[in-house]
């Protein structure tokens, strides 16, 4: 902890990249969840697809909608606080997740880059023109809902996230790489490594010379790359973190 308060307090490029780990602490299920309600017969995997939307667009679009209440009713937790933090005491630092909720954004960091999309920037299925986000609540158990019809060429709105299968966007995958290979210090937190290619962004920024920390509660493929291995939850990890390297402000 020492050691990695130390690395960085003196760095002036941060890269923040974070995974399901740190959102699950506040509440948000992971794909590894079993499902409830409506989406109880469902596989997470299964849904995520553009085959699944095409085939069935009122189930994929009624699910979407459904986590995006979830999300809606829980917070960010210390560990996102402290990542805005990190954040706010650095020259130069960004925050790459692969999360599709805005837990980062709601915690006061500026302009997180969404690997994997976003669950509030819905977008039309046709022409791709970012749609309006609805503001409905959706029932507990879940349901069946029509997809909005896009204000432009009435194509079916979808959710703006990367299903599997579809390719990550090429702008924030470049600028993602692009920090990765200019930053000081890496944090990784609450993430497998599994993932890919957003997993190669820890190894892009080791490759560079980078020192990376990894938060996480267990043992993942990261521990390798990385330099620093602090074991424990974001929550409570990340806050000590900051209070060690900057003493002072805290
Ligand atoms: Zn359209």
Excluded at 66 to 90: L, S
Excluded at 191 to 219: C, D, H
Excluded at 235 to 244: D, G, K, M, N, S
């Amino acid at each position: 902890m020492r050691e990695a308060a130390k690395v960085l307090s003196q760095a002036r490029r941060v890269v923040v990249f974070t995974g399901a780990g740190i959102s699950a602490e506040s509440g948000v299920p992971t794909f590894r969840d079993a499902l409830t309600g409506l989406w109880e017969r469902f596989d997470a995997q299964a849904l995520a697809t553009p085959q699944a939307f095409q085939d069935d667009p009122d189930l994929v679009w009624g699910w979407y909608e459904w986590r995006r209440t979830v999300i809606r009713r829980v917070h960010p937790n210390p560990g996102h606080e402290a990542v805005a933090a990190i954040e706010a005491r650095t020259p130069r630092s960004v925050v790459i997740t692969q999360n599709v909720d805005d837990l980062h954004e709601r915690a006061g960091s500026a302009g997180p880059l969404h690997l994997h999309g976003s669950l509030f920037e819905p977008r039309c299925a046709s022409c791709a023109r970012s749609a309006p986000m609805p503001d409905g609540e959706e029932p507990s158990e879940g349901r069946r809902l029509a997809p909005p019809r896009c204000e432009h060429c009435s194509g079916p709105v979808r959710p703006g996230v990367v299903w599997f299968g579809e390719a990550l966007p090429e702008q924030i995958l470049e600028t993602a790489v692009q920090e990765a290979t200019d930053c000081d210090v890496l944090l990784t937190i609450g993430t497998s490594g599994l993932v890919y290619p957003a997993a190669e962004i820890p190894k892009v920024a080791a490759m560079f010379g980078a020192t990376v920390i990894q938060v996480n509660p267990q043992p993942t493929p990261l521990d390798a790359v990385a330099g620093i291995n602090l074991h424990g939850p974001a929550a409570t990890v990340l806050p000590a973190l900051v209070t060690a390297a900057w003493p002072s402000l805290s």
